[in-house]
């Protein structure tokens, strides 16, 4: 150490320029707004600021007032003035490790990303944490393949839904277009969706299975050699990762521009040039005459259809000499979209709100990722062999004729003829690879790796420091932290990309879904601590059921909703979503106070508690505020892998022990 730090002059905060957000009790500086102040720390403290730094990544500043600034201080508010709100000169008596500020930021990170706030990348996220938000959606699309191959109903359904977007039903010159009817009567184009269905499923659980395997590697890489021990390495996998994430926003930004194409403000701009062959979509024109009456008005206006119309439209502000880049037009639709009043909010279709929540949860996780450079694509064998899988697995649904069992959109529905569906994909299947199509081929252990980097040499070599402040005595006063306690590991299902089969799931992180509208969604369940890692112990449902049954006594109307829940299809009709936000608040849950298409119910349970894991349900939108018989057993299948919750759970508690009040 460069001299002890009594026989210095004071190191004192500056009080001009400098910013900060706030988590519950720290205040973080980002990146290195002040290289002579941070120049002066490094100076000050020496080997051991370099050693926090290069392990962390953070560096958490200990002050010489024993007083906590902002104990509690409420999450949203993201940035104060360091010279109005922070006793001006504090001095740095010295620095520690930041765990317990990496922890808190983590959890903070990831409750403000689930619950549809955004600019999560203001708050420092580690790579464990980022891979629990990874496993977390590789769930969601594990249950949602899952349904695809388990429920006839469900498979009808996506179909139908995605049918009703296609670009076949876009008008042409003369005004004709086919009616989604009779499309879904035509066998070829039945069987074509629903290989697109299957196919698209499958890519989403790859992608994010891969984008889970490369944040583990970076686990493993910052546990190892710290978090800027081997930079190089650290951001050639971090790339790996943003290229994915941005191969996922390339995805659903056709499924937002299908969405566009039948939205009543949009969709006049667009006209049908000619289908393309065998149901594989259609070559469409966004020709808009900013000439005619009320149009340009309407094109550049700053709301939500302004930019539903700009986004679809970059040929044509190159022509009037605004040109908008890719990311440009995405970032001014999203912008609008969180800004965008409720009547906008509820003129969207179910499928255009649900696209656009889903764009703007990949671009909050991209901007997390903090690599902000443009990549390309990974040639590690990780990454090839996922590619080549995805196309393997198109060429075996290619091959599959599924249109011998098809007369109509309806065959889907019928038992016989799903069962003849997924035999004859699974029999191409075993021909090709000799296994089912999710589960080939194993990937490949990733490339060995070079050496980590030397240490840094210099002030001038060390990296961007995020400072976590707390003004609190030195840290040998502090308690240990106890060690996190690990979640139980992600999911049942091992997809062809995976090299390992995956645990059964009990829920890994938080998933946060696409932004919220008073009365939308899509599903997941969670887990809330993120400085928590997922634990390779698998948890059977002999391990989480108690031994006596029921665990909770309610009343009558509660009682009634989770027998229909868990009634398998037995019980007949639908179920209101306002009798089962009721039934999880009368059993402890409490709601995350965010309306919209994604809802949340939070655990009752302790943080530290294995059962604490949220649910997170996709809630109907619109007018038709009920559960159907597919989104019941939807629900029901997550409570049970997330709980392992039946009817027998549930109790009369007019029948149980005396004092019972649930």
């Not at 997941?524 to 059921?545: F, G, N, Y």
Request: glycine share 6%; charged share 25%; with cysteine.
């Amino acid at each position: 150490m460069a001299g002890s730090a009594n026989e210095l002059p004071p190191l004192k905060i500056p009080t001009e320029g400098l910013e900060f957000s706030v988590t519950k009790q720290f205040k973080t500086i980002h990146g290195d707004p002040n290289p002579e102040f941070t120049a002066q720390v490094a100076a000050r403290f020496g080997q051991k600021y370099k050693d926090i730094v290069r392990k962390y990544g953070a560096l958490e500043y200990i002050l010489n007032d024993n007083v906590k600034l902002f104990p509690s201080l409420p999450s949203h508010s993201l940035r104060i003035n360091i010279y109005t709100n922070f006793p001006a000169q504090q001095e740095i008596i010295d620095i520690m490790a930041p765990e317990e500020y990496l922890a808190e930021s983590d959890d903070f990170a990831i409750q403000r990303f689930i619950s549809g706030q955004h600019n999560s990348q203001r708050y420092s996220i580690s790579a464990a944490a980022l891979m629990r938000l990874a496993e977390a959606e590789s769930q969601f699309w594990a249950t949602q393949y899952l349904q695809l191959r388990n429920e006839p109903g469900y498979l009808r359904q996506r179909v139908e839904e995605e049918a009703r977007t296609r670009p076949e039903l876009v008008p042409d010159a003369n005004g004709d277009a086919p009616t989604p009817e009779q499309l879904l009567s035509i066998p070829r184009f039945v069987g074509q969706q629903t290989r697109y269905l299957i196919q698209n499923t499958l890519m989403h659980l790859g992608t994010w299975r891969v984008v889970a395997e490369y944040l583990k590697d970076i686990v493993i890489l910052d546990k190892k050699e710290g978090r800027f021990g081997a930079k190089a390495r650290r951001t050639e996998l971090m790339a790996c990762v943003k290229c994915l994430i941005e191969q996922e926003i390339g995805v659903v930004s056709k499924s937002v521009l299908f969405g566009i194409m039948f939205h009543p403000e949009t969709k006049s701009q667009f006209t049908r040039d000619f289908n393309h062959e065998d149901w594989g979509g259609a070559r469409f024109d966004t020709g808009l005459d900013l000439h005619q009456e009320g149009v340009s008005d309407r094109f550049i206006a700053s709301n939500l259809n302004g930019a539903l119309m700009r986004f679809c439209s970059e040929d044509l502000l190159r022509k009037i000499n605004h040109p908008r880049t890719p990311l440009q037009l995405r970032q001014d639709l999203l912008l609008q979209f969180s800004n965008a009043a409720q009547a906008e909010l509820d003129g969207l279709s179910d499928q255009l709100y649900d696209a656009l929540t889903q764009f703007q949860r990949l671009h909050d996780f991209g901007e997390m990722l903090g690599h902000p450079e443009e990549v390309g694509l990974p040639s590690d064998l990780r990454y090839v062999s996922f590619a080549m899988a995805g196309r393997q697995a198109e060429a075996i649904l290619t091959k599959t004729l599924l249109e011998k069992h098809l007369k109509s959109i309806e065959s889907l529905e019928k038992p016989a003829v799903f069962a003849k569906i997924w035999k004859d994909i699974d029999a191409c299947s075993h021909k090709v690879a000799q296994k089912p199509i999710e589960l080939f081929p194993p990937a490949p252990a990733p490339a060995p790796r070079p050496a980590p980097e030397p240490a840094p040499a210099t002030t001038e070599e060390l990296p961007e420091v995020e400072i976590g402040i707390e003004p609190t005595p030195p840290p040998a006063r502090r308690r240990p932290r106890p060690p996190p306690k690990a979640d139980p590991a992600p999911a049942d299902i091992k997809p062809y990309w995976s090299r390992a089969e995956l645990p059964k799931v009990v829920v890994p992180a938080p998933r946060t879904a696409p932004k919220v509208k008073t009365r939308k969604a899509p599903v997941a369940s969670t887990s809330s601590s993120a400085a928590a890692q997922s634990s390779d112990t698998k948890l059977s449902k002999e391990d989480i059921v108690p031994q006596e049954l029921p665990v909770f006594w309610v009343g009558k109307r509660v009682l009634n909703t989770f027998a229909r829940l868990f009634s398998g299809g037995k019980e007949k009709g639908d179920l209101n979503f306002e009798d089962f936000q009721y039934a999880m608040t009368s059993i402890g849950f409490s709601l995350i106070p965010k309306g919209g298409s994604i809802v949340t119910f939070m655990s009752p349970v302790g943080k530290n508690n294995e059962q604490n894991k949220h649910f997170v349900c996709h809630r109907p939108h619109g007018q038709r505020d009920t559960l159907d018989t597919v989104r019941l057993r939807e629900y029901a299948a997550s409570l049970s892998e997330s709980y392992g919750w039946t009817a027998e759970w549930f109790g009369f508690k007019a029948d149980g022990p005396s004092g019972s009040d649930k």
